[in-house]
């Protein structure tokens, strides 16, 4: 596997079909004044997977925007897209393995790579979204360090709630500006 930077005249608007299915969601739950997520079952198994291209690379309202390929035999398998905002934060627009070829390290490597830049760039943190259903995508979000950070119940909807799903932010913060 090859981690290569996608060039933005060749995959610019290049089309990302996001689907994934749960039978469990993260459940918010406010506990001694915090917000914690709760892993639970939704009762049934849900099918997300939009009608038309979920996301499309290199769109011109992500600032700095870059890309990055896994490349199994030149075919590309997983991309990782990422941006800057004003205050000195990375964000992850989308992170996506063929399914064919998760569980292989893939994302591993690509959120490795993103870490890196992190570090390099002097940047303070990174941040990305997902929805509380997609519990494959929480799962490694956690295991790469990532902690909840905030979450908004009426991103998709005005019942994300009932619904079973909530915008979750997650960020990972770089060592250097924890304060002591």
């Not at 990305?128 to 950070?149: D, H, M, P, R, V």
């Amino acid at each position: 596997m090859e981690i290569r930077e996608l060039d933005k005249r060749i995959y610019k608007d290049y089309p990302v079909k996001i689907v994934y299915d749960t039978d469990s969601y993260y459940d918010l739950l406010l506990i001694d004044e915090c917000i914690k997520i709760e892993k639970k079952p939704l009762g049934y198994n849900y099918h997300h997977e939009k009608d038309d291209i979920s996301e499309r690379l290199y769109q011109d309202w992500l600032e700095g925007a870059r890309a990055f390929g896994a490349f199994v035999d030149d075919e590309l398998v997983g991309i990782i897209e990422i941006g800057t905002d004003y205050s000195k934060r990375m964000i992850i627009n989308l992170l996506k393995v063929d399914d064919d070829y998760q569980r292989r390290g893939i994302a591993n490597a690509l959120m490795d790579k993103v870490k890196a830049i992190m570090y390099k760039d002097d940047i303070r943190a990174i941040i990305l979204e997902t929805q509380s259903c997609n519990t494959k995508a929480i799962g490694f979000y956690q295991s790469q360090g990532f902690k909840l950070i905030g979450f908004d119940t009426i991103c998709y909807t005005n019942n994300d709630l009932e619904r079973k799903e909530v915008r979750l932010d997650f960020g990972f913060i770089n060592d250097k500006y924890i304060e002591k």
